[in-house]
């Protein structure tokens, strides 16, 4: 039996387990963060239920109002809108299979680009080229002009949670661009790092041998 009492989903928390006559499934009474309470079946709280139907008006609003606005803007089906609604739909709809990595770690958008398309194309301007997509220059920031670029899918990678960054001198890049600024090939450096068959490596870390070579080409 799946028990899932106190726990969230969505805008809903589960309170009790309650009786329903006939029903074939075990019903919980869910509280709702817009205040109603409603009741559900346990196999669909937080697979196609995630709110007491308030979710689902609102996107239908926001898609009327978006519908209407995008009439005056002539942008629909542009590489720009669609990233704008896309960025909007991680960060706010739980339905979304990128909402955990977004809206779910509190990343949400500024309200001028929320609540404008024309102030987000005004902030970000187009696409450089259709490889292009946006990007936030802080992994951990919100989306807002100053913190988001139009970057490439090389860009990108460079600019994950998983890259180590090394700054030096106020210069900041990760491993990989440094070892390209520097002309050193990355497999050699990190053949350099840690430990191996029981013998220390020259360094311990990416960051000191990053160190060692910019010394080495600006003494």
Not at 89 to 106: A, E, I, S, V
Not at 146 to 154: D, H, S, V
Not at 191 to 208: H, L, M, N
């Given at each position: 039996m799946r028990e899932i009492q106190n726990q969230r989903f969505?805008?809903?928390?589960?309170?009790?387990?309650?009786?329903?006559?006939?029903?074939?499934?075990?019903?919980?009474?869910?509280?709702?963060?817009?205040?109603?309470?409603?009741?559900?079946?346990?196999a669909n709280i937080g697979r196609t239920t995630f709110s007491c139907g308030c979710l689902a008006k609102e996107s239908a609003s926001n898609l009327l109002k978006n519908n209407k606005h995008t009439q005056t803007h002539g942008s629909t089906g542009t590489p720009e809108?669609?990233?704008?609604q896309l960025l909007k739909?991680?960060?706010?709809?739980?339905?979304?299979?990128?909402?955990?990595?977004?809206?779910?770690?509190?990343i949400v958008v500024c309200p001028q680009w929320k609540n404008s398309f024309e102030t987000f194309l005004g902030d970000?301007?187009?696409?450089?080229?259709?490889?292009h997509s946006i990007d936030r220059k802080d992994v951990n920031g919100d989306y807002g002009p100053?913190?988001?670029?139009?970057?490439?899918?090389?860009e990108q990678m460079r600019n994950t949670r998983r890259n180590i960054f090394v700054e030096i001198d106020g210069v900041k890049h990760c491993v990989s661009e440094w070892c390209e600024i520097l002309g050193i090939d990355r497999v050699r450096l990190y053949?350099?790092?840690?430990?191996?068959?029981?013998?220390?490596?020259?360094?311990?870390?990416?960051?000191?041998a990053i160190r060692h070579f910019y010394r080495q080409k600006h003494p």
């Open positions: 969505g805008r809903l928390v589960a309170l009790e387990r309650i009786k329903v006559p006939n029903a074939n499934n075990a019903m919980w009474r869910c509280k709702c963060d817009c205040g109603n309470t409603t009741i559900a079946a346990a809108y669609r990233a704008w739909r991680r960060c706010y709809n739980p339905n979304d299979h990128k909402y955990p990595l977004y809206g779910g770690r509190g970000m301007g187009k696409k450089p080229s259709p490889k100053e913190n988001c670029r139009w970057a490439t899918p090389k053949d350099q790092i840690g430990t191996r068959k029981g013998y220390v490596k020259p360094f311990a870390t990416a960051e000191a």
